[in-house]
């Protein structure tokens, strides 16, 4: 049985604030507790656990945030969890007018139990991606499920690629041409982890194992690396098939957004 008190100890002591290379066209900005993300399709914000103000101290630090991505009319997303202190840091953001988007379940597994080989059913192939064409159509896909534009995510994939193509893997599951699911492997150096994102399936092809032939992929490649210990933040139809893949939660996240209204 995982010690989930342990598991999310060293969540909390390693993948707070994201390690490793900057990618490509990215700048990383300190303010008090806070790292600001700059550069990006939108700007993000990421933190220790306890931000360690509270009141007129942590408003005047979140309005600091708003300004300043007012300045340069975009967006910003802040990430939180549900144990972070403050306790009131959501209401303090909900009431600077940063909208709450919904939860995720932040799950983590070991790479030895999630590393197999994958099954597909036939006609079906797992492949690493790479190249600016698969980076297009893993952008085309994912604006396909989602319902809205996620042509961003080709520019962040060959940013990352560019700036160390040791720290990311893409994959993609496809079938006459089609991208069926799209995956991919952020590894930090100098951490136990590596966070597992994308893992979008096409609707008409959930329920025949993509998602989980994706898994078993990518944990297998984490072991083989050294990599013990594997982070998603899982939506609710990822989130039952990652605990029978052997992940365990440890807490949940939320994203709150601000946009200027000039945007």
């Known amino acids: 049985m995982a010690d989930t008190a342990e598991l999310l100890a060293a969540y909390d002591a390693q993948m707070r604030i994201p390690p490793g290379v900057v990618p490509t066209g990215v700048t990383h900005e300190h303010d008090g507790p806070l790292l600001r993300i700059v550069g990006e399709h939108m700007g993000r914000i990421r933190a220790e656990r306890d931000l360690g103000m509270t009141g007129a101290d942590l408003d005047r630090l979140i309005m600091r945030q708003r300004d300043y991505f007012a300045r340069r009319h975009e967006p910003v997303e802040w990430k939180t969890r549900a144990h972070d202190l403050p306790a009131e ?3 303090r953001l909900t009431a600077a007018g940063f909208e709450p988007w919904a939860p995720s379940a932040v799950l983590i597994g070991e790479s ?14 797992l492949r690493r991606a790479g190249g600016d064409d698969d980076f297009r159509r893993i952008a085309d896909q994912q604006t396909e499920v989602w319902g809205f534009d996620c042509s961003w995510v080709a ?12 720290q990311i893997t893409i994959w ?11 995956a991919w492997s952020h590894y ?3 951490t136990d982890f590596v966070a597992f994102l994308g893992g979008t399936t096409v609707a008409d092809w959930r329920g025949r194992g993509l998602y989980r032939a994706t898994l078993a992929a990518r944990g297998r490649e984490a072991a083989a690396r050294g990599s013990r210990l594997l982070h998603v933040d899982a939506s609710p139809d990822s989130a039952p098939i990652l605990r029978r893949a052997g992940f365990h939660q440890i807490t949940t996240s939320r994203h709150y957004q601000w946009t200027p209204p000039s945007v």
Not at 115 to 124: C, I, K, R, S, Y
Not at 155 to 166: C, E, K, N, T, W
Not at 172 to 182: I, N, P, Q, S
Request: hydrophobic share 45%.
């Open 155 to 166: 520019a962040d994939l060959a940013s990352r690629m560019s700036a160390d193509p040791d």
């Open 172 to 182: 993609v599951v496809e079938a006459d041409g089609r991208f069926l699911c799209t």
């Open 188 to 190: 930090h150096p100098g």
């Open 112 to 125: 030895a139990d999630v590393a197999a080989e994958p099954v597909l059913p036939a006609g079906v192939v």
């Open 89 to 91: 840091l959501p209401e």
